[in-house]
């Protein structure tokens, strides 16, 4: 089970820091991600960590302002979110991704992501 929360309103050019915590021993046996759905749209990736915390990859939209880390003793992942903008409000989802899939290929997947959080929403003003 995957808890997430830290959102709110922020104004733009704000920081934010997202939490998800799992539940359970084996987190070590996921990659993660964080997916976001803004109203009216898709949900659509944002950021995903491998699951020993080496690597990570970013949406191109929020590449240089998300960093995306992982404390594996604490079942935790995160999101630091700085110079927030506007166009960033939607409801942000963490999942789950089972490490014995390509992390290459899938981490943008949606459909491959087998637990999802139930999401904490982030409003950016302007």
């Known amino acids: 089970q995957l808890q997430a929360c830290g959102g709110g309103l922020v104004q733009a050019g704000g920081s934010l820091r997202l939490s998800c915590v799992a539940s359970?021993?084996?987190?070590?046996?996921?990659?993660m991600g964080w997916f976001r759905q803004a109203p009216g749209k898709e949900r659509e990736f944002v950021s995903a960590?491998?699951?020993?915390?080496?690597?990570?990859y970013y949406a191109d939209s929020v590449k240089g302002r998300f960093t995306i880390s992982r404390d594996n003793a604490k079942n935790t992942v995160s999101l630091q979110m700085n110079n927030l903008k506007p166009e960033d409000t939607a409801v942000y989802y963490c999942?789950?991704?089972?490490?014995?899939?390509?992390?290459?290929?899938?981490?943008?997947?949606?459909?491959?992501?087998?637990?999802w959080g139930q999401g904490t929403l982030v409003t950016v003003s302007s």
């Open positions: 960590i491998t699951w020993s915390g080496a690597l990570t």
């Open positions: 359970g021993r084996t987190f070590s046996s996921f990659h």
């Open positions: 999942a789950a991704l089972n490490v014995a899939l390509n992390w290459h290929d899938r981490r943008e997947r949606r459909a491959d992501y087998d637990y």
